[in-house]
């Protein structure tokens, strides 16, 4: 079951890894969180239940200093979230000291010859207490297991501190902050359950000095491990969006931005996650570069479709439509519609067309629609409008 749930933690992780854009690259932070997790998952397999010499010899100790990345990078995710920012300075290259300390500790291993490894390996199977016996480490073995699950509650306690301090004052109001919250919570509870099972039950495998022993003793603290383990890999069920990243926005315009309209000035009394003056403006003027394309006369044209043509995450659109121009998708679609409907009767268009042939021309998907659309924009159907234009 652990190798099934570790494949599918691969593919969840490639899955942000080729989604990740301008406008999302704090998931890549995420990505290697989830696949360093799933690295570690498989190693404990080759160790424990795959009886194969080969894939111990390769992942029991090799990969053991990027074990020692997931706190830092968790950190570095979770506030690049909650700032918008996902840039690291030259002081946060720190955090990266204890991996190559580690890294350091384990060249002998590395450099020691394939044999060298097999050998390991065998002594491995034949005795489970000969994990903690590897001669080529100047640091002993038990310092290096203990040490990657308390450098990962250290993290997740940091991050935890992060929450509570953005959200001491600020109350998560709008939907874009509340799935900001959700998944942060979700994530940070879910890590520190896993690293705390997996504590524990590495504290009973140095007691026992055999896994099948420690598996007995700490059955229900290895069973949270696996659960949590499952919680991480399915998370993109319940939370599609950070597919997008929550909440980059970090795409640029060639020309110089002016200053922000009025109408795109924050509501007041919304406090959490609200967009900047500067990112908003940059979030308009994309659209509207975006829309002298006429993007919506193609009937299949939908949110998703913008967000991919522009790079901008879904979240955002949604949020700039909803909370800024009080208006829905469907609604802001259909009014650049009826405007270009307006623009073919301008221009004569309506002599030559039907009303279901100038519908046709501006993408709706059938006459009930356009008729809706038109009256609900201009007061009128389409056939008042085009008289009242001729009495004119």
Excluded at 55 to 68: G, K, S, W
Excluded at 298 to 323: G, K, Q
Aim: aromatic residues 16%; charged residues 15%.
């Amino acid at each position: 079951m652990l190798l099934y749930i570790t494949i599918l933690g691969f593919i969840v992780s490639f899955l942000l890894l080729i989604n990740i854009k301008e406008s999302n690259r704090v998931n890549l932070f995420l990505f290697i969180f989830f696949f360093i997790n799933n690295l570690y998952s498989l190693a404990h397999y080759a160790t424990i239940y795959s009886g194969s010499k080969t894939m111990i010899a390769i992942l029991l100790v090799n990969f053991t200093p990027m074990f020692l990345l997931v706190g830092p990078i968790l950190y570095f995710y979770v506030r690049g979230v909650l700032r918008d920012d996902y840039r690291l300075s030259k002081s946060d290259w720190l955090h990266f000291v204890p991996a190559f300390v580690l890294c350091i500790n384990i060249l002998p291993h590395l450099f020691s010859s394939y044999e060298d490894k097999i050998e390991y390996a065998t002594r491995v199977l034949q005795n489970p207490a000969e994990i903690l016996k590897n001669k080529n480490l100047f640091v002993p073995s038990v310092v290096n297991f203990i040490f990657r699950p308390l450098i990962g509650l250290i993290y997740v306690l940091i991050c935890i501190r992060l929450m509570f301090l953005k959200f001491k004052y600020e109350r998560p109001e709008n939907k874009q902050a509340k799935l900001i919250y959700t998944w942060l919570v979700f994530l940070i509870f879910n890590t520190l359950l896993v690293y705390t099972s997996f504590l524990i039950f590495t504290i009973f495998s140095f007691q026992t000095l055999d896994y099948k022993i420690a598996e007995v003793k700490g059955y229900y603290f290895l069973n949270v491990t696996l659960i949590g383990l499952v919680l991480f890999n399915v998370s993109l069920l319940f939370f599609p969006n950070i597919l997008y990243g929550l909440p980059q926005l970090d795409f640029v315009l060639p020309n110089k931005i002016k200053e922000p309209a009025a109408e795109l000035l924050p509501k007041k009394g919304v406090r959490s996650f609200e967009i900047s003056d500067e990112k908003l403006q940059l979030l308009h003027d994309k659209i509207e570069q975006y829309c002298q394309t006429k993007p919506y006369l193609n009937p299949e044209f939908s949110l998703s479709t913008m967000s991919a043509d522009t790079d901008i995450p879904v979240h955002h659109l949604s949020y700039y439509f909803n909370e800024h121009l009080n208006i829905n998708f469907n609604a802001w679609k259909n009014d650049h519609k009826i405007n270009y409907v307006i623009e073919l009767i301008d221009n004569g268009s309506n002599e030559l067309l039907t009303l279901d042939a100038l519908a046709k021309q501006a993408g709706f998907g059938s006459r009930t629609t356009f008729f809706n659309a038109f009256k609900q924009k201009m007061g009128l159907t389409p056939s008042e409008f085009l008289n009242k234009q001729n009495i004119i």
